[in-house]
């Protein structure tokens, strides 16, 4: 079994003296592990830097096995390092995807977005861009939610609430004294620039929760990555 | 098996633990260390238990010692108002053999990892801030290896400072000393070339 792909690094683990276990996703294959031979040396190294565009070509003797990589460098994003909110939140996209997506099962869609908002990260004015991605991955997942309409009144307009329990749009209107219940609805959730870090925090705050109450709990015990939360944490203090 | 038999075996698997040492190896190192009995395998027994008796972490850096104190906390030609932030002992050891340092240490012990699921409060980031505070620290200089994590933690011991008034620096990132430019990765060439200087 043998395929060769490009890939973007989630996740390096030493294994042994010089070997490294990495965790790439790529376009065909999804979130895919496999050893590289001398992974940990000085060749290597700085090459298998997590967020590093990879091109990488996997064998194994059965398709089941964990394989073998060899990895070429495309992209090294050490670039981004320099700024501490673009590393937070290169960080975050590369934790929750080593945390989220199933082994060997491809989103082409997830993955030309997650290229898109590092290629994004370069500029101000990404996070907004991050917060598309969010919802996109909640969506690939099957945990999308719904903000079309609201889920009472059927209305399009004047939706400010987001169901918790439906992940359903709900209006002003619709709300009536459950407001208080619902989770917020900043405009910048149904794609319009955000106005400003906190209105994205709100926004954050609102897929945080279907992120921590629906996807992690279908995935187990583990909760969400600590990176996501220093990089939402960063959001917000920025936002003050 | 003999008992002796079994000794030697026992020891041969516990030397092939050690990073570098494989069964094969470990098996040629205790051979060695058996035929060169008295020149070698006693005085090493006798310092490693010497240093298995009295090797602890300085109260004040984390360095590894013998004392309480290490030698370099305690060198009071070393209170020059600068603390240098490693990751490991060994990364201390090697600033140390640069011998280009003259200030003082903070070990970490690791870095904020978020596949390890290490935070702030399991690395001596709050000691770090509290000896800024107490030492009268001019200059921190945060020398994390330039990955992810080391990266990660050093915009976090540098935000953890702030408002502190204490200059917070980092290492250089950039062409090593007898690197040749056209084996190095485009990170590094791309960090060279924003830290480059006047020439």
Not at chain 1, 20 to 34: D, M, N
Not at chain 1, 89 to 109: K, Q, V
Not at chain 1, 181 to 210: I, K, S, V, W
Request: charged fraction near 25%; proline fraction near 5%; hydrophobic fraction near 45%.
């Amino acid at each position: 079994m043998d395929w060769r792909d490009e890939a973007l690094l989630l996740s390096v683990r030493p294994h042994g003296e010089s070997a490294a276990i990495i965790e790439v996703f790529t376009p065909s294959k999804g979130r895919h592990a496999g050893v590289v031979r001398g992974g940990a040396s000085r060749r290597l190294a700085p090459v298998l830097q997590p967020g590093s565009q990879l091109s990488v070509a996997w064998s194994a003797r059965l398709e089941e096995h964990l394989g073998h990589f060899i990895a070429e460098p495309v992209l090294s994003r050490s670039f981004l390092w320099q700024d501490r909110l673009a590393l937070a939140g290169l960080s975050a996209t590369l934790a929750l995807l080593a945390f989220a997506l199933p082994e060997r099962d491809p989103h082409p869609t997830l993955y030309a977005a997650t290229q898109a908002l590092l290629t994004s990260m370069e500029v101000e004015g990404w996070p907004a861009d991050y917060l598309q991605w969010e919802l996109l991955l909640l969506e690939e997942l099957g945990f999308g939610l719904d903000l079309s309409a609201c889920a009472v009144t059927g209305d399009s307009d004047d939706l400010a609430y987001v169901s918790p329990k439906s992940g359903r749009a709900v209006s002003r209107r619709g709300a009536g004294e459950w407001a208080s219940r619902l989770l917020p609805l900043p405009p910048c959730l149904l794609g319009e620039t955000p106005t400003d870090e906190a209105e994205l925090a709100d926004a954050l705050a609102t897929t945080g929760f279907f992120l921590e109450d629906r996807l992690a709990r279908e995935l187990g015990p583990a909760p969400i990555p600590e990176a996501r939360r220093r990089f939402i944490d960063l959001l917000q203090r920025r936002a003050k | 098996m003999s008992d002796a038999t079994r000794e030697i075996e026992a020891l041969i698997e516990l030397m092939a633990r050690l990073p570098g040492l494989g069964p094969r190896s470990a098996r040629r190192a205790v051979l060695h260390l058996i035929k060169r009995r008295g020149q070698v395998m006693a005085p090493l027994a006798e310092a490693m238990a010497g240093v298995a008796r009295n090797a602890r972490e300085c109260a004040v850096c984390g360095n590894i010692a013998t004392s309480d104190i290490c030698d370099i906390c305690s060198d009071e030609r070393r209170a020059t108002g600068e603390i240098c932030v490693v990751e490991d002992v060994a990364d201390l050891w090697a600033m140390e053999r640069g011998q280009s340092f003259r200030g003082r240490y903070h070990v970490l012990g690791g870095t904020l990892s978020a596949l390890d699921a290490v935070g702030p409060d399991e690395l001596g980031i709050p000691r770090l801030a509290a000896r800024v505070a107490q030492e009268g620290t001019r200059e921190v200089i945060l020398a994390l290896n330039a990955t992810v994590d080391g990266q990660t933690t050093a915009h976090y011991i540098a935000e953890a400072l702030e408002g502190t008034g204490v200059a917070v620096t980092s290492l250089a990132q950039g062409v090593p000393i007898g690197g040749e430019l056209d084996y190095l990765d485009d990170g590094t060439i791309s960090a060279a070339l924003r830290a480059r200087k006047r020439f």
